[in-house]
């Protein structure tokens, strides 16, 4: 799926809970919703084919004139809720701003009314001289997507994660300083679970970069720090969890120690798995799985893109080194996806141990075309198929993947391509 305009870069790439639905957010505030066809007896492969099911304007650019700031319109997060009958319904934020959508369908109309025309004119009353009752008559599917709860006023910085809780009556949003907690049910009130803004902003060290709720414990939630740290917090120890139950870092190599350190230890993403025993985060060179029992150490550290360490500098000038990647578990907590540049994206194989580097272009992406494992070469020989590290397009960042809840599919934004990839079907 190919949008063009710089508004159409992806900002965010999230499956709903049975993989049917696929959603994408851009920089202009658009959400589409990609929906998987049906499997149809005489054109059995085109099962797994996903195609626009919904497209619409979430949030619109702003102007804040008390601070003079403008708010952009860019989706920030995407979250599904569980479906609990035939609309579905997902959460949408920008920076300030977090919405409740109801995407629904519609296939019959009403005819036949008594006050109105077909038309919708109102008829006059003296001409009415019998009762009609209203049929449903069969119309073209229609897909409505309305806002159902607006939840404004309450981040004074920038919105960078959005989780629903466990318990499907709250969801949490943080920002830079502040986690807040609300209910489904109530837009004008949200309580503050974390804060840690100091009183004098001279001496902050560090920001909230990511947060999410357990998969299913509705109590417990992790944050991520600038800083390479991971808090754990339990809202059952008190109503602001300034306090957290556990901390996880990895003490420093004092041996790799450089000027880019602090910067390349920011944690740009944390995911629970879905069993709800590891969390994973991922910093710019590096996705680690953590332990919820260990907090000392990760118990794996995966490498994604190790050659860069000798390019920090030139990615310092070029503000790469400030790219905030993502990372996704697939559906079993298995295997672990993560973006790099030049179109790059990594798999990491728990079990085995193996990796590999796929590239998502327009060259390698005809229909059920196989996408050829890439190799990256540092100084020395290169072989024909490898490609330079001096010959990486800074430019070509992949930051937002998905994997499907319970299948080898995974959604790729490319900038402002998408790629839907799936598992060799025999």
Same mark, same amino acid.
């Given at each position: 799926?190919?949008?063009?305009?710089?508004?159409?870069?992806?900002?965010?790439?999230?499956?709903?809970?049975?993989?049917?639905?696929?959603?994408?957010?851009?920089?202009?505030?658009?959400?589409?919703?990609?929906?998987?066809?049906?499997?149809?007896?005489?054109?059995?492969?085109?099962?797994?084919?996903?195609?626009?099911?919904?497209?619409?304007?979430?949030?619109?650019?702003?102007?804040?004139?008390?601070?003079?700031?403008?708010?952009?319109?860019?989706?920030?997060?995407?979250?599904?809720?569980?479906?609990?009958?035939?609309?579905?319904?997902?959460?949408?934020?920008?920076?300030?701003?977090?919405?409740?959508?109801?995407?629904?369908?519609?296939?019959?109309?009403?005819?036949?009314?008594?006050?109105?025309?077909?038309?919708?004119?109102?008829?006059?009353?003296?001409?009415?001289?019998?009762?009609?009752?209203?049929?449903?008559?069969?119309?073209?599917?229609?897909?409505?997507?309305?806002?159902?709860?607006?939840?404004?006023?309450?981040?004074?910085?920038?919105?960078?994660?959005?989780?629903?809780?466990?318990?499907?009556?709250?969801?949490?949003?943080?920002?830079?300083?502040?986690?807040?907690?609300?209910?489904?049910?109530?837009?004008?009130?949200?309580?503050?679970?974390?804060?840690?803004?100091?009183?004098?902003?001279?001496?902050?060290?560090?920001?909230?970069?990511?947060?999410?709720?357990?998969?299913?414990?509705?109590?417990?939630?992790?944050?991520?720090?600038?800083?390479?740290?991971?808090?754990?917090?339990?809202?059952?120890?008190?109503?602001?969890?300034?306090?957290?139950?556990?901390?996880?870092?990895?003490?420093?190599?004092?041996?790799?120690?450089?000027?880019?350190?602090?910067? =390349?230890?920011?944690?740009?993403?944390?995911?629970?798995?879905? &069993?709800?025993?590891? #969390? $994973? !985060?991922?910093? %710019?060179?590096?996705?680690?799985?953590?332990?919820?029992?260990?907090?000392?150490?990760?118990?794996?550290?995966?490498?994604?893109?190790?050659?860069?360490?000798?390019?920090?500098?030139?990615?310092?000038?070029?503000?790469? =080194?400030?790219?905030?990647?993502?990372?996704?578990?697939?559906? &079993?907590?298995?295997? #672990? $996806? !993560?973006?790099? %540049?030049?179109?790059?994206?990594?798999?990491?194989?728990?079990?085995?141990?193996?990796?590999?580097?796929?590239?998502?272009?327009?060259?390698?992406?005809?229909?059920?075309?196989?996408?050829?494992?890439?190799?990256?070469?540092?100084?020395?020989?290169?072989?024909?198929?490898?490609?330079?590290?001096?010959?990486?397009?800074?430019?070509?960042?992949?930051?937002?993947?998905?994997?499907?809840?319970?299948?080898?599919?995974?959604?790729?934004?490319?900038?402002?391509?998408?790629?839907?990839?799936?598992?060799?079907?025999?």
């Amino acid at each position: 799926f190919v949008f063009s305009l710089p508004a159409d870069i992806i900002s965010t790439v999230e499956f709903n809970h049975t993989g049917e639905l696929l959603a994408t957010g851009d920089k202009g505030g658009r959400v589409v919703i990609f929906q998987r066809e049906q499997e149809s007896k005489n054109q059995p492969h085109r099962r797994g084919e996903y195609n626009v099911y919904s497209t619409f304007q979430s949030h619109e650019p702003e102007f804040d004139y008390l601070k003079s700031l403008e708010i952009e319109e860019k989706i920030n997060k995407i979250r599904w809720l569980p479906q609990q009958n035939a609309a579905y319904f997902l959460l949408s934020t920008n920076d300030k701003t977090v919405k409740l959508w109801k995407v629904s369908e519609r296939d019959k109309r009403p005819e036949g009314y008594n006050l109105k025309d077909e038309d919708g004119r109102l008829r006059d009353p003296s001409m009415i001289t019998v009762l009609r009752v209203p049929v449903l008559r069969p119309m073209d599917l229609m897909v409505e997507a309305t806002p159902r709860r607006v939840f404004a006023n309450a981040h004074t910085y920038h919105i960078n994660s959005i989780s629903v809780n466990s318990d499907y009556e709250t969801y949490m949003s943080a920002d830079d300083l502040r986690i807040n907690l609300w209910n489904f049910e109530i837009t004008n009130q949200s309580f503050n679970i974390v804060d840690i803004k100091p009183a004098n902003m001279e001496e902050l060290t560090e920001v909230i970069t990511a947060a999410e709720f357990h998969p299913h414990h509705c109590n417990t939630f992790v944050y991520s720090s600038s800083k390479g740290t991971i808090r754990l917090c339990d809202m059952r120890t008190a109503a602001l969890c300034d306090r957290h139950a556990k901390f996880f870092e990895e003490p420093e190599d004092p041996s790799n120690r450089s000027f880019f350190s602090e910067i =390349i230890s920011s944690i740009s993403d944390v995911k629970f798995s879905h &069993s709800g025993r590891y #969390i $994973m !985060t991922r910093d %710019y060179l590096t996705v680690k799985v953590w332990d919820l029992n260990m907090e000392n150490r990760p118990i794996e550290t995966y490498q994604v893109h190790d050659y860069l360490r000798s390019k920090l500098c030139s990615l310092y000038e070029n503000d790469c =080194i400030f790219d905030k990647f993502e990372c996704v578990w697939n559906g &079993s907590d298995s295997v #672990i $996806m !993560t973006g790099s %540049y030049n179109n790059f994206f990594r798999m990491f194989d728990r079990n085995t141990k193996r990796d590999v580097t796929l590239e998502a272009s327009r060259e390698n992406s005809k229909p059920r075309a196989i996408l050829k494992p890439r190799k990256v070469c540092v100084g020395g020989k290169r072989r024909k198929d490898e490609i330079s590290v001096d010959s990486l397009d800074f430019s070509k960042k992949i930051l937002h993947t998905a994997w499907h809840p319970s299948e080898n599919i995974i959604a790729v934004a490319a900038t402002n391509n998408l790629y839907i990839f799936q598992d060799k079907v025999n």
